[in-house]
């Protein structure tokens, strides 16, 4: 599956790239960026792959975090897609910025006018994942994370605790942790899947967590308390059970900006380096 190079610029040890590519799962063109530290030839590194929060496309994690420095330093590479598809114009997609484009919810639609194209969760978890990232970078599928803000936190631990066999390290900035319930989730998941509550539940972190069973998981999670969202995300909710457990940490007067998410950004790198490099 050819990626198409868009940039390529230097930072740190290794290098900032951007492709854009046609994608079969959701029938346009998407564009991610990826950062690769330099590596022997042969190397294979531990990657991560970043899912951001509504409005952004792949750029502002890239231009404003600040995570080249960490990802570098800890020989990590990292993904980070954009939020919805882009290539297609559908009717009303454009018309809220918390829904449509932008707003893609890391979900796989049903609804028949909104299935055909916005399939984020096929596109992270297996397009994006197991076939376009190993045709660009030299990526350990054995050693994959997942971690994400806002919306792209809520992606983050739905993606990770639904797929344990292929993200071993999951951690979460100001996550929408309880979709099902609150006014931006329930937007989206009504739009994308229609009014049937039970299948909103796949789409939940503190769902999911109620009955997960998989392999052991410690999920960290930093939330600000000063964000201005917080009845939104819900952070009270995410509870730890036998298979998971969960540091949330809430870190006075920080609220929902860039500005919170690089002043924890490195970390979050100690805490996927740790696992995946064990």
């Not at 990292?78 to 559908?90: C, E, L, Y």
């Not at 919810?105 to 376009?132: G, P, S």
């Not at 410690?218 to 540091?247: C, M, R, W, Y």
Request: overall charge negative.
């Amino acid at each position: 599956m050819a990626a198409t190079l868009v940039s390529k610029n230097q930072s740190f040890q290794g290098k900032q790239y951007v492709y854009k590519h046609a994608s079969p799962t959701t029938q346009c063109g998407m564009t991610f960026g990826v950062y690769i530290p330099d590596h022997e030839p042969d190397e294979k590194l531990p990657t991560l792959f970043y899912l951001s929060g509504l409005t952004c496309t792949h750029a502002n994690f890239m231009e404003k975090s600040g995570f080249q420095q960490y990802a570098s330093k800890h020989k990590i590479i990292v993904f980070h897609p954009d939020t919805s598809p882009r290539g297609i114009d559908i009717e009303g997609d454009s018309d809220s910025w918390d829904f449509g484009k932008g707003a893609g919810f890391y979900v796989n639609a049903t609804v028949e006018k909104w299935a055909k194209n916005y399939r984020m969760y096929d596109y992270i978890v297996k397009e994006l994942l197991e076939e376009v990232a190993p045709s660009v970078a030299p990526i350990d599928l054995g050693r994959v994370g997942i971690f994400g803000h806002s919306m792209g936190g809520h992606g983050a631990l739905t993606i990770g605790l639904r797929n344990p066999e292929k993200f071993k390290s999951i951690s979460a900035f100001a996550p929408i942790c309880n979709p099902i319930t609150v006014p931006w989730g329930q937007k989206a998941l009504t739009g994308y899947l229609g009014p049937d509550q039970t299948t909103w539940q796949p789409y939940d972190a503190s769902e999911i967590l109620k009955t997960y069973q998989g392999p052991r998981r410690e999920i960290l999670v930093d939330q600000g308390a000063s964000d201005n969202f917080l009845e939104q995300l819900k952070p009270e909710t995410l509870k730890p059970t036998e298979h998971a457990g969960v540091v949330l940490r809430i870190q006075p007067e920080f609220d929902h900006s860039y500005y919170f998410i690089a002043s924890f950004m490195g970390d979050h790198f100690e805490h996927h380096a740790r696992i995946l490099k064990a």
